[in-house]
């Protein structure tokens, strides 16, 4: 099975563009400047391998390349367990 | 208007002052990106209610770009999802799950009735109902924080959150 939920929006400059419709709500009167929007944060490759080591030690106690050599040869046990899919979902944090 | 980022910071906003992290990774040779957004860096976040609970939020998105028109029409795909709701003690109660591209054996999304809400003596699968993929249809952030608000008591922390989250089907 294959499906997705697709989001348009234009960009006049590149990577990151205004959302122009998104399924059940309208957020034109919202936005970045509401004082109870906390800032998002752009993870850095560093903080990555920093942020998925720590997980993948908490969890499994492996560290993060160990995790994803393991992850990637099917070799983790009970891959669909929320705790672990959690710490699978961080790899592109790095790759 | 927002950026799509933006919007699921503001969505998770009604109900914690966590922060959405998340990172972009683009593949030489490919004019797509994948971005993967998560809560708190994944670890769960305490939500305020008459029942103490936790919230995991973790999205993974494509955003590709339509060259073949002037206008160049940015899209951006959900492709997976985690979100879960865990007691104080990581007791998990319900787990919305999508992740096609981690385990390509469950394609479809699902929910998971964790130990805190599936009987250990249930009638099918004893002690282990908890392991069963319900399949639903793909679940929005929208969907899940209404939840938490009206059928677990999670007090909003912003009084737009019905407009924000939108009208429900």
Known sequence: MSCQVVVHYNSDNGSEGNVASIPKSSISDVGPSDDLLPPYHEVTLEEGWDILERRARETLGMGAEEFIEKWEAGEIEDPHRSEILSVAFLIPYVK | ?169
């Open chain 2, 1 to 169: 208007m927002a950026s799509y980022r933006e919007r699921l910071q503001l969505v998770v906003s009604c109900v914690t002052n966590s922060v959405v992290h998340g990172k972009s990774v683009s593949r030489s040779g490919r004019d797509d990106e994948t971005r993967a957004f998560a809560l708190n860096n994944g670890v769960p976040v305490p939500i305020a209610g008459t029942t103490p609970l936790l919230l995991r939020v973790q999205q993974h998105c494509i955003l590709t770009q339509d060259i073949e028109v002037p206008s160049r029409q940015w899209s951006i795909s959900l492709v997976g999802y985690m979100y879960t709701l865990q007691l104080r003690d990581l007791t998990e109660v319900v787990a919305y799950q999508w992740h096609p591209q981690r385990t390509i054996d469950l394609p479809y999304p699902h929910i998971h009735f964790g130990p805190a809400s599936a009987r250990p003596d249930s009638a099918v699968r004893p002690g282990e109902l908890h392991k069963v993929h319900f399949p639903t249809s793909i679940v929005s952030i929208e969907d899940v924080i209404h939840l938490v608000i009206t059928e677990f008591q999670v007090e909003p922390r912003r009084p737009d959150w019905e407009a924000i989250l939108g009208t429900r089907a």
